[in-house]
């Protein structure tokens, strides 16, 4: 059964770098044709998808956040990394990793970690 | 950018109900909707793709209708463990994908 595993900082300063792994187990990411990618939800609010990378190693983001956003592929260890760049408090949300079939719906998710920004 | 827009935003029913729940998109998506549901502190989990299509484990309780712009989840008979949040979201003319703001299904 595929699971997915967010990692990562609880708690990053404003102005830096947010960066999350996921680790996928029961399945690979070079597998076609997949996409994984992240999803964020702030405490109480809803869903933005972040962005995605395919398998193939292209990448796709959401326009809102594309200057900051880095999305990318290590499958020698299947695993996949978010990094945002120069994070405001609006960043503070729990971050969910996701496979995505070409269909486009998200299906499995990882149990999300809250990453916090704040000083 | 599509948006979503969702119907009520909370839904106050007792255990046997029926619920009944809508998203309704900006422009039309044909059927590229999907429904998820949301339980506190819970990742969401897929319940319905392509408007209509159960995802694989979830009831029949659960269905789906709807095409164009208007779209409903219904929810034949509430089970105490359905109640949480719903959200719709749409994989038409991408990216980015979007979410509706979601509806909560509470105890009456």
């Known amino acids: 059964q595929l699971q997915l595993q967010e990692s990562g900082p609880g708690l990053v300063k404003p102005s830096e770098t947010l960066s999350l792994t996921c680790t996928v187990s029961g399945g690979s990411i070079s597998t076609s044709p997949y996409y994984w990618g992240w999803i964020r939800q702030p405490p109480g609010k809803g869903l933005e998808w972040i962005g995605s990378v395919y398998y193939s190693g292209s990448t796709y983001y959401n326009p809102s956040l594309k200057s900051r956003v880095t999305i990318s592929a290590d499958r020698s260890k299947n695993q996949f990394s978010l990094n945002l760049s120069s994070v405001t408090a609006a960043d503070t949300a729990v971050y969910y990793c996701t496979k995505r079939a070409p269909a486009g719906w998200f299906d499995p998710w990882g149990q999300g970690t809250l990453v916090t920004v704040s000083s | 950018e599509i948006v979503l827009t969702q119907s009520p935003v909370t839904l106050s029913l007792s255990p046997g109900e029926r619920a009944t729940l809508s998203c309704r998109a900006s422009?039309?998506?044909?059927?590229?909707l999907g429904w998820y549901q949301q339980k506190p502190g819970q990742a969401p989990r897929l319940l319905i793709y392509d408007a209509s299509n159960r995802a694989t484990g979830i009831p029949a309780r659960f269905s789906g209708s709807g095409s164009g712009t208007d779209f409903t989840l219904t929810i034949s008979s509430l089970e105490p463990e359905d109640f949480a949040v719903y959200y719709c979201q749409h994989r038409s003319n991408w990216p980015p994908f979007t979410f509706g703001p979601g509806t909560k299904v509470e105890v009456k």
């Open positions: 422009q039309s998506i044909s059927s590229y």
